[in-house]
């Protein structure tokens, strides 16, 4: 009696994981059903993995390279050898003038002012024959080659990236470097080839542009990285 008992116990715990394994699948297929489409367009395939990531933090940003945040990921290898030659054969560091240094790499990085965008997503060296020899990459690859050629010049840079529509995969990001003439950030849009002055001419960091937006100013300028490049941004 005992043993029948047990075994319809038994059977009755199978059954009830059976149908959890059958509910579990039917509902692991409905969702997969409902992610196929997105799976087919790498705009929400961004917006998904961002959706993982997002981590509601506040930008930290008023820090130096002298204290840089724990969290922010500082290359400690020596320049690629293409890029340290390249700053060396064209003179692009400015002894003395971190802001010069990083104009003459902006307009390094904007010959003729050709771009015809497409994302690149290669190394850095395949990166920067294609950017000065096709016209080639999105603004990503411009901000990881301009990053490239301050780090071997000498120059600290890190990136500003944001969203246009909420954490997909539209979006954009650019440079600030840390000018040490000036203690202080001063950003850099090489891909739109343009930066931002006051109305005393000097350039802005990222936050005192935004800064400047929100208070609806009216005397901010947008300078041309290269003023023989095109203008990407009216």
């Known amino acids: ?10 059977a009755a715990r199978s059954r ?8 579990s699948a039917v509902l692991t297929l ?3 059903v409902t992610l196929v489409p997105h799976l087919r367009d790498s705009t929400e395939l961004v917006r998904m993995r961002n959706a993982l990531l997002l981590q509601s933090e506040p930008a930290v940003y008023d820090w ?6 724990a969290g922010f990921a500082v290359e400690t290898a020596k320049p690629l050898p293409l890029y340290a030659d390249i700053v060396t054969r064209d003179q692009l560091k400015v002894d003395g003038d971190d802001w010069a240094t990083a104009l003459a790499i902006g307009r390094h990085l904007l010959p003729d002012g050709r771009r015809q965008g497409g994302a690149i997503q290669a190394d850095l060296a395949d990166t920067y024959t294609r950017i000065t020899q096709q016209g080639e990459g999105y603004c990503g690859d411009y901000a990881d080659s301009f990053t490239g050629f301050a780090t071997a ?6 990136p500003w990236a944001f969203s246009f529509d909420g954490f997909g995969g539209h979006g954009h990001i650019f440079n600030e470097i840390w000018d040490s003439q000036r203690a202080r950030w001063v950003m850099i849009d090489v891909f739109n080839n343009f930066y931002v002055t006051d109305s005393d001419g000097e350039p802005l960091s990222a936050m005192a542009f935004r800064a400047a937006l929100e208070a609806g100013a009216d ?3 947008l300078v041309p990285v290269d003023p023989a490049g095109t203008a990407r941004f009216p």
Do not use: H, Y
Not at 1 to 10: D, G, I, P
Not at 16 to 23: D, M, N, P
């Open 30 to 32: 409905a969702v997969g």
């Open 219 to 221: 005397d901010l300028r």
């Open 16 to 23: 009830i994981w059976l149908r959890l394994f059958w509910l």
């Open 1 to 10: 009696m005992k043993a029948a008992v047990e075994r319809q116990n038994s």
């Open 153 to 158: 010049a000498g120059v600290f840079s890190r």
């Open 64 to 69: 130096t390279p002298a204290n840089v945040p």
